[in-house]
């Protein structure tokens, strides 16, 4: 008789993870911060340059008023008073007076023009600093 005839083998096989560290998922959620952290940096490098331009805006418009307020709306309001003076004095012409009213309202309308620039400016660097409207 053979001794291997009269054996039957049965087994039951059980999978230990002792080696698997989920090492796949692991390297899968690895990923995933990485994407993450560099779409963080793309946003923030935008951002900045975002900010950058908006600053710069603001800076142009700051200055632009300033020369319009300080410097050219008193001078076309002085030839404006002076061209009144002269033609209640009747050394100019109505028509010479409606031109210097004229200029004055246009220095003026630039002004406010440059007014709003700068307070749009203004809202869109708040906005993007991420403040609020009346913040400065």
Do not use: C, K
């Amino acid at each position: 008789m053979d001794l291997d005839q009269d054996f039957f083998e049965a087994g039951i096989g059980v999978r230990l993870p002792l080696f698997n560290r989920n090492q796949g998922e692991v390297q899968e959620a690895l990923a995933g911060v990485h994407q993450a952290e560099q779409r963080a940096r793309t946003v923030r490098s935008d951002l900045v340059a975002q900010l950058t331009i908006a600053n710069r805006d603001r800076s142009l418009a700051a200055s632009q008023l300033a020369t319009h307020r300080d410097v050219l709306e008193p001078a076309a309001e002085r030839g404006l008073q002076q061209a009144r003076a002269a033609y209640q004095a009747g050394t100019l012409s109505f028509l010479e007076l409606l031109d210097a009213q004229q200029a004055y309202a246009r220095v003026r309308i630039r002004t406010l023009e440059l007014e709003r620039d700068f307070r749009l400016a203004t809202a869109e660097l708040s906005g993007l600093a991420g403040l609020g409207p009346y913040q400065d």
